[in-house]
């Protein structure tokens, strides 16, 4: 299913909170998978290993939940018993605030020139079936991450370049297309429709078990 194909056919979405700036976490609100107030902690990990189609170390996940919200004992016991808060993510430990892709604001507001500038990044990419894509590889998504982390000199943490690494490459993982020559790329296009849109291509939807929202 191409991009347009899944904006088409897809129904209402549900609105996401300015705090959530996780771009695939905002699609699973959008699309009615996580609630944007909290959320269980198995039911995030599960969602998210659905999505992937793929075992994943659900253990990995749930770690990542259970300090999203503040590295103090607090917010940890709070989400650890009562859950990951989606819209209370910003501000937090995880919060890279301008040191990653600048794709999203602090207000939630998709930023169309940090897209022009990731696909600066990206190179035609030869379908299966014929003709050519835009896309990044891993080498390409590296090097947008090293230039992220570059631009954010002044302001950025050491861990903010780790951190990438669970982003950004693990999105390559969940939704990347095989190119005709076995090149695993992000599609310019697919990331765009789920940065703005907040919305997952046809076949990640699929994993998950159909569109949620408005029904
Ligand atoms: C419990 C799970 C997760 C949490 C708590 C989480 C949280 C976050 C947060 C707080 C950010 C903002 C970072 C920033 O300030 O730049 C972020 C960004 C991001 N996340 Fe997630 N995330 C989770 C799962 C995932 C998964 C499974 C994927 C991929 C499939 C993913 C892909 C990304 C990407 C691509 C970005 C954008 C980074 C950038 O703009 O440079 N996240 N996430």
């Known amino acids: 299913m191409s991009a347009q194909a899944t904006l088409a056919d897809a129904p209402n979405q549900l609105d996401v909170s300015p705090g959530n700036p996780c771009p695939f976490l905002r699609a699973l609100v959008a699309g009615g998978w ?5 959320e269980p902690l198995g039911k995030v990990r599960d969602t998210i290993v659905r999505a992937s189609g793929r075992p ?36 937090g430990p995880l919060d890279k605030r301008s040191s990653g892709s600048r ?11 940090e897209l022009d500038r990731l696909a600066s990044f990206a190179s035609p990419k030869p379908l299966p079936l ?20 570059a631009r954010a000199r002044s302001t950025r943490r050491r861990v ?29 296009e697919e990331v765009q429709v789920l940065v703005r849109d907040r919305r997952l291509p046809g076949r990640v939807v699929e994993r998950l078990g159909g569109e949620r929202a408005g029904g």
């Open 34 to 38: 996580l609630n944007d107030e909290v």
């Open 160 to 188: 903010d370049r780790a951190m990438m690494n669970a982003e950004w490459p693990v999105l390559l993982k969940f939704m990347g297309k095989d190119a005709a020559d076995g090149t695993r790329y992000l599609c310019v």
């Open 130 to 149: 014929g003709g050519h894509e835009l896309g990044l590889n891993l080498p390409q998504i590296t090097a947008m991450m090293d230039a992220n982390f």
């Open 103 to 113: 794709l999203i604001d602090a207000n939630g507001q998709f930023q169309a020139p």
């Open 56 to 91: 994943l170390p659900g253990a990995v996940i749930v770690a990542i939940a259970v300090i999203a919200n503040g590295l103090t004992p607090a917010p940890m016991l709070r989400n650890a018993r009562k859950g990951l808060r989606l819209s209370a993510l910003r501000g």
